[in-house]
């Protein structure tokens, strides 16, 4: 497993509007995958494979299509004080319980710079029993750089982005890091493609490496109207909440069955016909994996549905836990069934 890969992925800032980075990484990694590599106006990067053999008499070869979105949650710097400090916009959901004295890194046309995030107000030492309890809303909190307000101003532009800055790390066979959410699927994009070598596939294969799905699937509406694929495939992550304190009923995933089969979330329901297909082909295969829903938020699988006439759609996803926190966490066999069950499926689509 090519964790080297998803270690860059995951370290390269990128929020919704700013993915020039994460994209220029895997432009870097595709060469000689894909027959056309093209950019959108939105920044998404479409690449194609063409069909390696044709398709039977008198049809079209099949287009299916990967959107695998390319942005992380972070922040959007949207002032900045006399005094050299930073505040920020949202762009993405966030748990504000989660971002309590973060080390962030504020990225530049001319480069980073390293910050710490905390809430404004008294620290522990000096605030009352009632200050304690309250939970600070995003907009509370404020980004120290250890500049002068001169010099912050002087080096730091509004709209420019901020990320959290953690690293990736393996713990036994799990792997934990930021914004595995959604380069998880950028690692799937290219590794399923690497896996299929030399087979002489009959569809046309599209892997959309979208922009700005964090606020609303915005660049996988504009590649899915573009590409107006016959199938979609939405590859993402979901929730695993196998933890301690979630009832059953809520975990989503179980971390360790496998890759997950996604049918329905607050933005599509997927096609019955393909999520049997894709069921029938894991089984064949001995890949394993589990059927998953959730109550609410949305992937890209849902704009591949809806563009143009509309196409048959799924989600190939995997359980992770702690999402949208820097503390994300995914097994490695997941993982691996998730890329297989993708090339075994492009194999014979």
Not at 56 to 80: A, N, Q, R, W, Y
Not at 81 to 105: A, C, I, M, W, Y
Not at 299 to 314: F, I, L, M, P
Request: with cysteine; aromatic share 4%.
């Amino acid at each position: 497993m090519n964790i080297d890969l998803l270690r860059r992925l995951c370290e390269t800032p990128g929020v919704p509007g700013h993915e020039h980075r994460v994209r220029e990484l895997i432009l870097s990694e595709i060469d000689g995958l894909f027959d056309e590599v093209t950019v959108d106006p939105m920044g998404s990067l479409l690449c194609k494979r063409n069909a390696r053999k044709a398709p039977k008499t008198g049809e079209e070869p099949k287009k299916v299509m990967l959107l695998c979105h390319m942005d992380e949650i972070g922040f959007l710097v949207s002032h900045i004080t006399e005094k050299g400090f930073l505040h920020v916009q949202p762009v993405g959901g966030f748990d504000p319980r989660n971002l309590f004295s973060r080390r962030v890194l504020v990225s530049t046309d001319d480069g980073d710079y390293k910050g710490v995030m905390n809430p404004g107000g008294r620290p522990i030492h000096i605030s009352s029993p009632e200050e304690r309890k309250k939970v600070p809303e995003p907009a509370d909190f404020v980004i120290d750089i250890g500049m002068s307000g001169e010099d912050a101003r002087d080096k730091i532009k509004i709209g420019d982005m901020v990320t959290m800055d953690e690293p990736l790390i393996e713990i036994g066979d799990k792997i934990v890091s930021k914004a595995l959410d959604n380069r998880i699927a950028c690692w799937l994009g290219i590794e399923a493609i690497r896996a299929l070598g030399k087979t002489k596939h009959a569809c046309e294969i599209h892997v959309a490496f979208t922009c700005q799905e964090e606020v609303g699937l915005r660049g996988a509406r504009t590649a899915a109207f573009a590409i107006k694929p016959d199938v979609g495939l939405g590859i993402d992550v979901t929730l695993a909440c196998d933890t301690p304190g979630v009832p059953e009923q809520d975990r989503t995933t179980v971390q360790g069955s496998g890759f997950g089969l996604h049918v329905k979330d607050s933005s599509f329901i997927a096609d019955r016909e393909l999520v049997k297909e894709i069921e029938a082909l894991a089984e064949k295969e001995k890949i394993p994996f589990q059927r998953t829903m959730l109550k609410a938020g949305g992937q890209d699988g849902a704009a591949a549905q809806q563009a143009a006439a509309g196409a048959k759609a799924v989600g190939i996803v995997v359980g992770t836990r702690y999402i949208h926190t820097v503390t994300e966490m995914i097994q490695r066999e997941d993982l691996q069934a998730a890329c297989d069950i993708i090339a075994a499926y492009l194999k014979k689509a």
